[in-house]
C-alpha cells in the first residue's frame, strides 16, 4: 500500500510522564534499597499471605479510602495505557472520577494519624475535589489539552505522590 500513512508517534509528553513516574518510584524507593539488599543474604524467605487483621482492624473510612484509591490507581493506569477519546475511555474515566472523589473526600475525615489535626495531605485532597469538576468541565468544554493537564496532574499528584508521601 504507497499511500498508507505510518502510524503517529507516542506524544514526547506522555513518554515524559511515565519517565517521570518510574523516576518518582525510584527516588521514594531508593533510600530503602540498601537494608533490602543486606536483608537479603541473611533472611530465609518463606511464603506468607497478608494479615488480614491489620485491615480489618482499621477504621471503616480508612478501610474506604485506601479501597477506592486502589481503583482509582488501576484504573487511572488502564486509562493512561489505552487509546483516548473511545467509549471505554469515557466509561472508565467516569468510574475513575467517582473513585477519586470517593478518595479525596474520605481523606477529609481521616486526622488521627497526625494528631487529630489535617496535614499537607489534606491540601492534595482539597486540590482533587476542586479539580476534579474542572476536569471534567474542560473536557465538556472541547479543550482535551486542559483536560489532559488537569487528569494527569491529578493522577500524579493526586495518586502517585501522595501515596508515596502517606506510605
Known amino acids: 500500500m504507497p499511500n498508507a500513512t505510518p502510524p503517529a508517534a507516542k506524544p514526547v509528553r506522555t513518554r515524559f510522564l511515565w519517565l517521570g513516574i518510574v523516576a518518582v518510584l ?3 524507593l531508593a533510600p530503602f534499597a540498601p537494608g533490602m539488599i543486606d536483608g537479603m543474604g541473611r533472611t530465609r524467605w518463606r511464603a506468607a499471605g497478608p494479615d488480614w487483621g491489620l485491615w480489618f482492624a482499621q477504621s471503616p473510612m480508612i478501610q ?4 477506592a484509591a486502589l481503583v482509582a490507581f488501576a484504573i487511572g493506569c488502564v486509562i493512561l495505557l489505552r ?3 473511545t467509549g471505554m475511555h469515557r466509561a472508565l474515566g467516569w468510574a475513575w472520577v467517582a473513585a477519586m472523589a470517593i478518595t479525596a ?12 489535626a489535617y496535614s499537607f495531605i489534606h491540601l492534595i485532597s482539597g486540590w482533587v475535589i ?8 474542560a473536557i465538556r468544554s472541547k479543550r482535551v489539552m486542559a ?3 488537569a487528569m494527569t496532574g ?14
Open 26 to 28: 525510584a527516588v521514594g
Open 64 to 67: 474506604l479510602h485506601v479501597y
Open 83 to 85: 487509546r483516548k477519546g
Open 105 to 116: 473526600v474520605s481523606s477529609l475525615f481521616i486526622t488521627g494519624i497526625n494528631g487529630d
Open 130 to 137: 476542586v479539580a476534579l469538576p474542572m476536569g471534567i468541565f
Open 147 to 149: 483536560h489532559r493537564a
Open 154 to 167: 491529578m493522577f500524579v499528584g493526586g495518586l502517585v505522590i501522595a501515596g508515596a508521601l502517606t506510605g
